[in-house]
């Protein structure tokens, strides 16, 4: 099983920050499980696109499996994240 640096663009991360304690750590427990989350699933129209479904939330990444990254490009309510 392969090992992922996980990163943040400044929105997801604001978000994140922005939420209280406990979804917090709903949010970011279900992330650092990435990519072998059972919540996954690919984007259409994406080439290495997925969301991760963490309650009411969406989490938008790309997994780029030459370096081993998963780069969070989004986290937000599920009827705002597509947008």
Do not use: C, W
């Not at 979804?23 to 072998?36: D, F, G, Q, S, T």
Request: net charge positive; charged share 40%; hydrophobic share 35%.
């Amino acid at each position: 099983m392969k090992t992922y640096k996980i990163e943040f663009r400044r929105q997801a991360d604001r978000f994140i920050s922005s939420r209280p304690i406990k979804e917090r750590i709903k949010l970011l427990a279900e992330i650092y499980k990435l990519p072998y989350s059972k919540h996954v699933k690919k984007m259409e129209g994406y080439k290495d696109r997925y969301r991760l479904r963490v309650g009411d939330f969406r989490v938008i990444y790309e997994k780029l499996d030459q370096v081993l990254i998963i780069l969070v490009l989004e986290v937000g309510n599920r009827g705002d994240v597509y947008k």
